[in-house]
Structures are given as C-alpha cells and as structure tokens.
C-alpha cells in the first residue's frame, strides 16, 4: 500500500524521503512510536499524569528501542539500496490498550478514558491521532533475519517493569 500521509508532517516526512532516495538511492527507516526504559507510561501513570484518549477505529504502533537497534545492525549487515524499512511491532493497538496494561503491570487503576473530541491537547499531540496506523514490517524476519525481541507491547512493557524494578 502506497504511503498517504494525513498530516502536514507527514507529507514534509514523504517528500524528504523521496528527495532523499532520488539523490542516493539510501535506505529509508521508518520509525513507530519509539518506547523503552525512561520511556514508557510507568512514570506517568505513578505521578497521576497518564492520559487514556479514546478515538474509535485508532490504532498505531509501537517499536521498543533495543529492537529498533538490532534492527538497524541487522540492516547494516545486508543493505540493500532503495529498501524501505517499517520499524514496527507486530500489533498495532489502541493509545488505551497500552496505558491500562501498564496499570495492570503496577497494580494501580487506569485513568478514566477522555474522549478524543474532550481531550486537552497540544497540536503537535493532537496530530498523532490524525491518521489510523496498522504498519506491518515485510522485511523483519524475512528479508532480514531477525525476531523482534517485544515483538508487541505486552512484552516490552513487561520487561521494562521488570527491570526498572516496579515490581518490587
């Protein structure tokens, strides 16, 4: 399916790629919503400052850090000339889904869901959910030989609870 970008950014992001491929033929990455230790809903939810904005139909995906770096060492080692690459986990999945995992993972309730048309936020944020997100990766285990470690959010969170000792 051929990109079509929905926001402004978007569009700037798609232009810039093509430029970019016209003049070097490079390889393209093409990054999630990047989470991982320090950066994660854990904080937010344990200073009362998580959100759940509910837009229906909305999906998009996520990719935890460690999994973007074997990513690119894996495309390092077998480059290929034009190649565009999905950073992507294997779920796309609801903003929500995610914080009430978390919340589950820490023991504490989910906030409240706040409607998308209700929900104060910046533009920048507010763009975000602008366009509905399923991205699959046709390169991540097939042309390049590698599984994702959290392959989706469940395990990505749960390793960094893990490690960041929340659960003690």
Request: contains cysteine.
């Amino acid at each position: 399916m051929a990109p079509a970008p929905a926001t402004k950014r978007g569009q700037d992001r798609l232009a810039a790629e093509q430029i970019w491929q016209e003049t070097s033929n490079a390889e393209i990455l093409r990054a999630a919503g990047i989470y991982g230790p320090h950066r994660s809903p854990f904080a937010a939810l344990a200073e009362g400052r998580a959100k759940i904005i509910e837009k229906e139909g909305h999906f998009f995906n996520r990719i935890h850090q460690s999994d973007i770096t074997r990513i690119i060492i894996a495309a390092m080692a077998q480059p290929r000339e034009g190649r565009i690459i999905n950073l992507c986990d294997t779920e796309p999945a609801p903003q929500g889904d995610v914080i009430r995992f978390a919340a589950k993972l820490m023991g504490v309730a989910a906030p409240t869901p706040i409607a998308f048309e209700d929900a104060d936020l910046t533009p920048m944020r507010r763009s975000f959910y602008v366009s509905r997100r399923r991205l699959v990766s046709k390169i991540i285990g097939h042309e390049l030989p590698i599984t994702l470690a959290y392959p989706t959010y469940r395990e990505g969170l749960t390793a960094i609870f893990e490690a960041e000792g929340r659960n003690r």
